[in-house]
């Protein structure tokens, strides 16, 4: 029987080095070898199982690497500091100068501001296409294009990647597929669908908490090799590695993502039928009107539900800022970016975590400036939060 994301990690036993049922944490940042020659060895790439720097390895950051990697069904995985650390040494270790990236036009707007704002400085191109549009992607192909970058369900319009399809497309171009499956955990899994690398901001859905900020790069070992490698590995390089503390208290937090996913779900799907129910304009991939609703269905692991990210389309941004105000007075959740939290978060796209697009292509991929991103959470009385709702939004006259 095919195990699940979740039950693949249940499975690993990790151990403390004292017997704890939680792995200790190595609070070092350099290790000690009993000989020179194994240090020697070490640098060279040739000692399995030793440590030489906490920048290159931490044992740590492996314990929550192997359950990142368990998850994803990929050989090996790294942690990062930050959602955008995985982003960015992903693609500088897979792109030379003179590269091409294709990517989808909607991604969060720090991967927007990375492939638009900073890559032309390594002369690295990038082409921004509608990422449903197969024809499109092909259409974008070229002699030097390396990476095809999208998001799972993309940054903030919800947008679904047809995951095996872009795989058989970069397969056939013998092009990496880089997916970025912030948004759904566990809902989807990208490397079984043919991505071939998968990256994570940590900082949402996975550690849940909004503690810290965090990311992951999962791949092959060959990948992971490269990317921490002491002559020219770009996450060994530039150094943004997780610290072995924050992992440790992140591996916990995985081993409860399943139960939070399908709260997260179970919410937003009755929220989502309510705005749909009292007429409020609404993108959610679990309904079925929503365009990419059936090839989500086709490749997503069902039981963990359609996610807890919804979007209302309150047309301006002047509402859309009363309402959250309001919302935020009366307790619903808080008027903040970010997402993957327990409680209820809200903020208006264009003019946060999508403001790094200009506003003529925010309009020509159709983000409303009236658009509510909701990041829905883990409410016990899901049905009291949307009375809640109801309340503010006939209070401003808005039904
Ligand atoms: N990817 C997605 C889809 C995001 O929404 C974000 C942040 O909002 C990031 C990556 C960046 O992650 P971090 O903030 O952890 O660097």
Avoid at 244 to 271: D, E, V, W
Avoid at 372 to 378: A, C, K, Q
Wanted: glycine residues 8%; contains cysteine; negative net charge.
């Amino acid at each position: 029987m095919k195990k699940d994301p979740a039950t693949r990690i249940q499975e690993l036993e990790q151990f403390g080095e004292f017997g704890g049922v939680n792995p200790s944490i190595t609070d070092s940042s350099t290790y000690t070898f009993l000989g020179n020659e194994e240090m020697i060895k070490t640098f060279e790439g040739e000692a399995e199982g030793c440590f030489l720097y906490s920048r290159h390895w931490n044992p740590s950051n492996k314990y929550l690497a192997d359950a990142l990697a368990a998850m994803e069904e990929t050989e090996s995985a790294w942690v990062t500091a930050s959602g955008m650390a995985a982003i960015t040494c992903a693609l500088l270790q897979l792109c030379n100068s003179g590269d091409h990236i294709i990517t989808s036009v909607t991604t969060y707007g720090g991967t927007y501001a990375f492939l638009k704002n900073y890559l032309p400085k390594f002369n690295i191109e990038v082409s921004f296409v509608d990422i449903t549009n197969l024809e499109e992607v092909k259409a974008a192909i070229r002699p030097n294009t390396k990476v095809i970058y999208t998001e799972s369900i993309t940054n903030p319009l919800l947008q679904v990647s047809d995951i095996p399809e872009l795989s058989k497309i970069s397969k056939e171009n013998n092009i990496a597929l880089v997916v970025d499956n912030t948004f759904s955990p566990l809902i989807v899994s990208p490397k079984e669908l043919g991505a071939d690398i998968v990256v994570y901001s940590m900082t949402k859905f996975i550690n849940g908490k909004n503690d810290c900020v965090a990311g992951a790069i999962c791949g092959t070992n060959e990948f992971i090799n490269s990317l921490s490698s002491v002559n020219d590995g770009t996450a060994m390089l530039l150094g943004p590695v997780l610290d072995p503390m924050r992992s440790s208290s992140i591996l916990k937090n995985l081993n409860t993502l399943h139960i939070r996913m399908k709260q997260h779900s179970k919410n937003a799907i009755y929220l989502a039928h309510k705005f749909e129910e009292i007429g409020i304009k609404i993108i959610y991939p679990g309904l079925s009107k929503h365009p990419g609703h059936q090839v989500l269905k086709s490749f997503m692991n069902e039981e963990f539900g359609f996610g807890g990210i919804l979007a209302i389309d309150l047309e301006t941004s002047e509402k859309a800022s009363k309402i959250m105000e309001k919302m935020q007075e009366k307790g619903i959740g808080y008027l903040a970016v970010s997402l993957g939290y327990f409680k209820t978060l809200f903020s208006n796209s264009g003019k946060s975590t999508s403001s790094e697009i200009p506003e003529d292509v925010q309009k020509q991929m159709g983000l409303s400036p009236g658009l509510v991103r909701f990041s829905v959470g883990l409410d016990n009385n899901i049905e009291y939060t949307f009375e809640k709702i109801k309340n503010v939004l006939t209070e401003l006259g808005y039904l």
